[in-house]
């Protein structure tokens, strides 16, 4: 069974930075994307990076590029969001989430749509 739990939410100043982290287990593929997405209230689910672990390939929204880094620890599987020069509207429920990929696939998508397994989300408060 494939879990995903994220940690390291907090409530941060504007400017500042924080580290969120994704714990995977229960997966068997070598070939898979992890992907990070936030929600805020009464707002859509969107996608912030995601990182093909096989390519290493990543891919940002633009309301995050420059800001955010993706990566992943190959040693323990975890994958982490660096998150500096936070703004108010970066406030938000912070989720993991997975997809397998084709080994042709050298790419990562950040549609909701297309990831199978969700973590429950980490809480990120961005405010003075």
């Known amino acids: 069974q494939v879990q995903l739990v994220e940690s390291g939410g907090d409530l941060v100043q504007p400017g500042g930075s924080l580290r969120l982290s994704c714990a995977t287990s229960?997966?068997?593929?070598?070939?898979?994307?992890i992907g990070w997405f936030r929600q805020a209230p009464w707002k859509e689910r969107e996608g912030v990076s995601c990182i093909n672990t096989r390519s290493r390939n990543t891919h940002y929204a633009d309301s995050v590029k420059g800001r955010f880094t993706i990566s992943r620890d190959s040693a323990n599987s975890a994958v982490y969001l660096q998150m500096n020069s936070l703004k108010p509207e970066d406030a938000a429920v912070y989720y993991c989430a997975t997809y397998n990929v084709a080994l042709w696939q050298s790419s990562c998508s950040i549609l909701t749509g297309a990831y199978d397994y969700w973590g429950q989300g980490t809480q990120v408060t961005v405010s003075s």
């Open positions: 229960g997966v068997t593929s070598d070939r898979y994307v």
